[in-house]
């Protein structure tokens, strides 16, 4: 009878099999989590919607310092990021050779050492234009000679004219003109000697890397001191003569670097390398801020040793903040263009995987509105729909508008 009643009682209420109770609080929350986990889902895949209008006073818009742009149409091309390496300029890394020869009396600079243009670099003796100035005396007594020749010549064809058919015959008449002819080619030939020795002096021994004048005049020592002199601004790269050194017009004394006009060197993949042609734009990012140059040289073919092909950009150096050696990170624009319209890339915003950009529509009123973007290339970026050209959209200052959204959404505005 005890026995019956047991299995009645199991029968009439389920929850009284702590087996069954347990398999059953399982199954329930099981469905409880699934049905938790799908409507999670559909509310963080439900649509974004941003506010249609961000309205600040006048006084907050002069707080945060908002910068406006003009959208414009424009082309823009995609670019390959590169490190690229700053090197010498090989046509502006200059050889000084001395104009004559001689002694070395001084070396006033030093390897690495910063140079002015006509800055005073390596003083020697110079023998060459000691035999110069001799070679002057020599000719000007010679031109002096010949003058007095000439005036000779002239006075015997004088009087011989004179005494023709009396004293002179007409033979010794020619032969006065020939002696004058002589002469007069004599004095012609000296004054051309003379001429070049000066054009010696003026552009040879001084020119644009030396100098044998001192304070404008000769310099002592009998006008044999010569100066060598920097004629660029640039540093000294090597020296190849030193204290009582022979010099020789086919000596290199000097090598200094011209670092006013640089290389920025690209090595890159052949597959990215076709893609890039000569004239092509690239943004070098240097210690003062980006440099914008246009890509000359792209070689033909891949270095052996690397597989890389080199990429060459020549930059002016103008306030001297690039040295050779020095590691930058480059952008090489590509040769195919991207049309649309185009914002600065601050502008651009990211709001829940969606690009934005806040459209200003009047002095206190912004507009956030999602955009396509086909390519920014970090400076700027085109956008191939949701803008139109003409409208003036927030730069600086955007992810300000960007904090107001997010503060408007979590308050369930």
Known sequence: MSVRLRTQTYGRSPYACPFRAHVIRLIILSFLSLFSWNFSLKAATAPNKLPAIIKLDEAAVSHQELDTAVAKPGTLFRHINSISHVTLDPTRLIHIHPAGRGKVLAVMVSPGERVKKGEALLRYQNYTLHEAHIQETQLRAAI??????????????????????QATSFGELLHRQEVLAQAEATLRTRQGELELLEYRFTS??????????????????????????????????DIHSSMAGDLTPITEALT?????????????????????????????????????????????????????VRVISHIQNKQNALLPGMV?????????????????????????????????TDA???????????LDNGLEAVLQSGLKGGERVVSRGSFMLVSIVGLGKTNGE
């Open 256 to 308: 200094i670097a011209d670092l006013s006009t640089l290389w920025i060197v690209s090595n890159i993949p052949p597959a990215q390398a076709v893609h890039i042609a000569s004239g092509n734009k690239q943004v070098t990012q240097t210690p003062v801020g980006p440099l914008t140059s246009s890509i000359d040289i792209v070689d033909d073919v891949a270095n052996p040793l690397t597989g890389l």
């Open 144 to 165: 002096t000679a010949a003058r007095a020749a000439c005036i000779n010549a002239r006075e015997s064809l004088k009087r011989g004219k004179a005494l023709l058919g």
């Open 364 to 374: 206190t009123h912004y507009h956030p509105l999602p955009v396509n973007v086909a």
């Open 328 to 360: 930058l990170e480059a952008t090489l624009a590509e040769s195919g263009p991207v049309t649309g319209i185009i914002v600065p890339s601050e502008a651009l915003q990211h709001i829940e995987n969606q690009k934005i950009i806040f459209v200003q």
């Open 204 to 237: 040879e021994f001084n020119s644009a890397t030396e100098t044998s004048l001192k304070d404008g005049k000769q310099a002592d020592l009998q006008g044999e001191v010569s100066t060598l002199i920097s004629p660029v601004d640039g540093i000294i790269r």
